[in-house]
């Protein structure tokens, strides 16, 4: 793995984000470079060859420019902390869309042929043949995803009023009406929260 230079103490960092805020594409450019060995750690973690470890170390770095061009010091955090998330995320992106190709390939790898010699693949043989699998594959771990999301971002109200509006448990869906007399509350205080509830989920869902 190459080797890349040390990180930006912290006043230095304060001092390149100042001036990258303000427009400084060398300060941007500095802080880009001196990040390089958090996205080489990063990938390290994945354990790949030479060769996949270098591509890695490219999708990572758009994920540190992308942290860079939107990090935020008044959110208390530290830019390595939050370049942290969006090099993972990046990162992740590539895995779950090279997952996906690979199973479509894999359905439409031949796996024989009929009496007549014609090519089969998998998905001749599959029954229903409407269903598209590669999707729901997609569609799972979306769900597993916010769940997770519903778990750690919602208060307990929001949780509990989210989880019956939408049949999260039993698959049975409640209206706003009937979620206000169960819980004794007025049908406008639902939405309202109903309506935050969502807000919250498609911000941390979308990053």
């Known amino acids: ?13 304060a001092d390149y984000l100042e001036r990258c805020k303000a427009g400084d594409k060398e300060a941007r450019d500095k802080l880009i ?9 990063i990938v390290k973690k994945y354990n790949m ?15 540190l420019i992308k942290a860079i061009d939107t990090f935020d010091d008044a959110k208390g955090i530290r830019l390595a902390t939050y370049a942290s998330r969006c090099i993972d995320n990046e990162l992740l992106m590539l ?19 009929d009496k007549e010699g014609n090519e089969i693949n998998l998905l001749d043989i599959i029954e229903e043949t ?24 919602l208060t307990e109200r929001e949780r509990e009023i989210i989880t019956m509006r939408y049949g999260l448990v039993d698959s049975k869906e409640v209206t706003q009406r009937e979620i206000a007399n169960k819980l004794g509350i007025s049908r406008s205080y639902v939405s309202r ?15």
């Open 130 to 153: 409407d269903t598209d699998i590669v999707e729901n594959i997609v569609l799972e771990e979306d769900i597993k995803k916010l769940h997770s999301i519903i778990r750690r971002v």
């Open 193 to 207: 929260i109903e309506k935050k509830a969502l807000k919250k989920l498609r911000e941390y869902f979308n990053e």
């Open 33 to 41: 470079e001196h990040n390089l060995r958090l996205v080489a750690h």
């Open 1 to 13: 793995m190459k080797s890349f230079p040390k990180p930006l103490d912290s006043k230095e960092e």
């Open 95 to 113: 895995f779950r869309t090279n997952k996906r190709l690979n199973k479509e390939v894999y359905l439409y790898d031949p796996i024989g042929a």
């Open 49 to 63: 060859s030479d060769k996949e470890t270098d591509d890695l170390i490219s999708i990572g770095t758009i994920g």
